[in-house]
Structures are given as C-alpha cells and as structure tokens.
C-alpha cells in the first residue's frame, strides 16, 4: 500500500511542474472571470458542459462552484481508460482551480459593464475570455472541463472525428439551453462556440520562436 502511494506522490510531483501549476491557474482565473463576468448575465452560454453548467444553475440555483466538478467528475470517470492517468491527475487540478475561481469571482462585484444589452459584443468578448483561458489550460496538458473527456470518449466510441464529437455536445446543449435563452441568443451562443474554439487551438498550437 505504502508503495503505491508512493507511486502515486511521484506521478503527481512529475505532471504537476511548477510552470504548468502556473499557466493553469492564470487560465482558469480568466475563462471563470469572462464566464461569471459576460456569459452568466448576457444569457450568452456555452455548449458542452460549460452550457450544461449555465443551464443547471439557471434551473436549480446551484454554483457553477458545485455543479462544475460532479459534471466533470462523471465524465473523467467515463474517458479515464481512453485518456491515462496523467492527464487525469493535471485535468483534476484544473478542476479545483476552476471551482475555486468561480467561487472568489462570486464573492466579489461584477468587474465588467453589464452586456446583456450587446449580445454581438457579448458573445466576442466572452470568447476571448473563455478561448485565452482554456487555452491556457489545454496547452499545458489540462482540461477546462469534462468537455475534452467527453468529447475524446465520444469519438473513440464512435469513431467519430473529435471535431464532430465537441460538435455534437455543443449543439445538444445549445438546444437545451432554448428552455431560458431566446433563440436569438441562442445564435451568439454559436458565434461564441466558434471563436472560442478557434482562438483555443490557435493558442494551443502556438509555437514560440
């Protein structure tokens, strides 16, 4: 039992490095601030389980800061054999660090001007909010929530392409989410999706010179 703690102590010491405990701090603090700052009052959501998130908590009232790790716990348990145990153990830091930010921006007043009266401005800003800040958090071997997982368990189930599988969640979800948004918001939504996700993988293949 000793042994494999030990193993254990050592995986976790060898995956979180000083500079990826780092960038993913620095990018769960700006993706929970633009989701808590734009995206919770502008009725501009996210697919996945980002959009999921936003849609218990309008429903039931519940924290992002407690909906966040149950939604992503139950998907790291459904990918854990397709993703391995070291992006596990950084994905459940991300987690933590996550919670905790939502938790601290909640304590504090709005830091932004109210958007809901923008939506096109909304849905830009809050996708560079989120698109930096998962970034972040994906570039250095993390997981902004279980929507990776998910999405990875998807297509390796399916055979599906991963792109279609981040797709089909987000569109799943977005549709939902017309039992509170209007559909108009709903639209943003998607331009939200978009250029999040593009801004994410420019960031993520990013190659400094």
């Not at 502008?42 to 996945?48: A, C, K, L, P, Y």
């Amino acid at each position: 039992m000793q042994l494999d703690f030990s193993k254990l102590f050592f995986k976790i010491k060898t995956e979180l490095t000083l500079k990826r405990i780092i960038f993913i701090i620095v990018g769960s603090a700006i993706f929970t601030f633009g989701i808590h700052n734009i995206h919770s009052r502008s009725d501009i959501t996210e697919g996945g389980v980002i959009g999921l998130m936003l849609l218990i908590g309008h429903w039931t009232g519940l924290s992002p800061a407690f909906v966040t790790p149950i939604l992503d716990a139950i998907c790291y348990l459904l990918a854990f054999k397709f993703l391995g145990g070291g992006f596990i153990i950084i994905s459940a830091f991300s987690t933590v660090a996550i919670s905790l930010f939502y938790k601290l921006w909640e304590l504090l007043p709005f830091m932004l001007p109210d958007l809901s009266g923008l939506p096109s401005l909304a849905a830009v800003s809050g996708a560079c909010f989120v698109g930096l800040g998962v970034g972040l958090i994906i570039r250095h071997g993390g997981s902004s929530s279980g929507d990776d997982a998910l999405a990875l368990t998807i297509s390796k189930v399916t055979k599906c392409k991963l792109s279609f599988a981040y797709m089909l969640t987000d569109f799943t979800v977005l549709s939902l989410s017309l039992t509170y948004i209007p559909i108009k918001h709903i639209a943003f939504s998607l331009v939200t999706v978009t250029l999040s996700s593009l801004l994410i993988e420019v960031i993520q293949k990013f190659k400094l010179k």
